[in-house]
C-alpha cells in the first residue's frame, strides 16, 4: 500500500519562496504518477501540478504556472514542490496525491478524483 507523507509546510510572507516535499514509500514508486493539491478554507480542491511516472509530462494549474516547479528527486522517492512568489491567497493545505492510472499517466490530469492516493497535508499560510 502506498503511503504520501507531505513536509515542508510553514508560515512565509507575501513573495517568498517555499518547498515542499513529499516522502513516498510501500510500493514501487515507477508505477505512479504524483500530484500537488491544495484547499483553503470554504473552497474547493484545486490542482496544483502533477508529473508522470517517467517524468516526461507535468502539468500545472493556470494560477501557478511561471512560479511553481514539480520535480521528483531522490531516486524518484520523493516528489517536490518548489514555491516562488508566493500569494496571500495561496494559504491552504497542501496535499500530496499518487495515481497508476494511465490516463493521469498519459494526459497529465489534475482531476482530484483521479487520484487514489493521498497524504494528510501540509500547511502553508502566507501572511505578512
Known amino acids: 500500500q502506498l503511503q504520501l507523507v507531505e513536509s515542508g509546510g510553514g508560515l512565509v510572507q507575501p513573495g517568498d519562496s517555499l518547498r515542499l516535499h513529499c516522502t513516498a514509500s510501500?510500493?514501487?514508486?515507477?508505477?505512479?504518477?504524483f500530484a500537488w493539491f491544495r484547499q483553503a478554507p470554504g473552497k474547493e480542491r484545486e490542482g496544483v501540478a502533477m508529473?508522470?511516472?517517467?517524468?516526461?509530462?507535468?502539468n500545472y494549474g493556470n494560477s501557478v504556472k511561471d512560479r511553481f516547479t514539480i520535480r521528483r528527486a531522490g531516486a524518484k522517492s520523493t516528489v517536490d514542490l518548489q514555491m516562488n512568489v508566493l500569494k496571500k491567497e495561496e494559504t491552504a493545505v497542501y496535499y500530496c496525491?499518487?495515481?497508476?492510472?494511465?490516463?493521469?499517466?498519459?494526459?497529465?490530469?489534475?482531476?482530484?478524483?483521479?487520484?487514489?492516493?493521498w497524504g494528510q497535508g501540509t500547511q502553508v499560510t502566507v501572511s505578512s
Open positions: 496525491a499518487a495515481s497508476k492510472s494511465s490516463r493521469v499517466d498519459e494526459l497529465g490530469s489534475l482531476n482530484a478524483e483521479e487520484y487514489n492516493y
Open positions: 510501500g510500493d514501487t514508486l515507477d508505477y505512479y504518477s
Open positions: 508529473i508522470n511516472r517517467s517524468g516526461g509530462v507535468i
